[in-house]
């Protein structure tokens, strides 16, 4: 990727101070993707878990170690490349060079996942949805193309679908941490959304949403419940309890919207967070309607 640094390898690739294999475990468990793996069969769960676990490794690396997170992020771009040889030994990347090899996974879909971290460091403002859109493409959309070699797709149509899926969910995740990201030095919201709806940057960091940040919210959650629509369809493509799977990731993301909505978008000083049930009913409702097989 141009622009991006390569790796600074080195015999030892001694990890980064801090890096515990175990807290790293339990945080991808708790993350929003996995909530419909309890519907998958052993091997694909853990072919997930090894995907989730990677992708939790590199963001905590880019955005929470307190080194030099260019070189910690340089390091995990040498264990990744070892790590799909077989030849690596650090718990947080034997399971993923494992997934990878027995799903023909490409490299630079977990490349594209560090490169996004590394761009975190220098880039802090979008200026249009277009351009977090390419930043979706590293940060988020590489993840369910992992998903679907787990699953044992890499057509480009599942692609196609899978991605509008992914970059919603990023946008979702995006409105739920307005706040955080900002008091962070981050703003995803793009800039020129920002002046068309009259929001000022500080407002994102107040404690209640103003009523012009609150229609900015309300139009992006609609732009992001569109992708969903739009990706709907990859679970036409599935069968089976991977189907079930995506169809809980799309009914995941809605209900979410529907979380952010019954706050009135205020997602300043609040946490939007959809109930399982609501979860639940959401997935079904995928399945019945935009997930039905034709």
């Not at 880019?62 to 040889?85: C, H």
């Not at 739920?176 to 009259?198: H, K, M, N, T, W």
Request: aromatic content about 6%; proline content about 5%.
């Amino acid at each position: 990727m141009t622009g991006v640094r390569g790796p600074v390898l080195s015999p030892e690739r001694t990890p980064p101070t801090g890096l515990d294999p175990a807290t790293v475990l339990a945080k991808a468990a708790s993350e929003n993707f996995p909530v419909a793996l309890f519907v998958l069969p052993a091997l694909l769960r853990g072919r997930l878990r090894a995907i989730y676990v990677f992708a939790r490794a590199v963001d905590d690396l880019g955005d929470l170690y307190e080194g030099d997170r260019d070189a910690a992020l340089d390091w995990a771009e040498s264990e990744i490349r070892a790590a799909v040889r077989g030849e690596v030994t650090h718990p947080v990347f034997v399971e993923t060079g494992s997934m990878a090899r027995e799903c023909g996974a490409p490299l630079q879909l977990f490349l594209d996942l560090i490169a996004a971290n590394r761009l975190d460091q220098r880039k802090k403002r979008y200026r249009s949805f277009a351009e977090l859109e390419d930043y979706c493409a590293l940060s988020a959309n590489p993840v369910g193309r992992l998903v679907l070699y787990a699953f044992g797709r890499s057509d480009d149509l599942a692609a196609t679908y899978s991605d509008r899926i992914c970059t919603a969910l990023q946008v979702v995740e995006h409105l739920q941490d307005i706040a955080e990201d900002y008091l962070a030095g981050r703003v995803y919201l793009p800039s020129e959304d920002l002046a068309a709806f009259g929001v000022a940057e500080a407002d994102l960091g107040a404690g209640t949403a103003t009523p012009a940040l609150r229609r900015l919210v309300a139009f992006e959650c609609g732009r992001a419940r569109r992708l969903l629509e739009e990706g709907t369809p990859l679970v036409r493509l599935l069968s089976g309890s991977e189907r079930l799977a995506i169809a809980g990731f799309v009914g995941g993301g809605l209900a979410q919207i529907d979380a952010i909505a019954a706050l009135d978008y205020d997602v300043t000083g609040q946490l939007a967070k959809a109930p399982k049930r609501s979860v639940a009913a959401r997935s079904v409702g995928v399945l019945r309607s935009g997930g039905r097989r034709r």
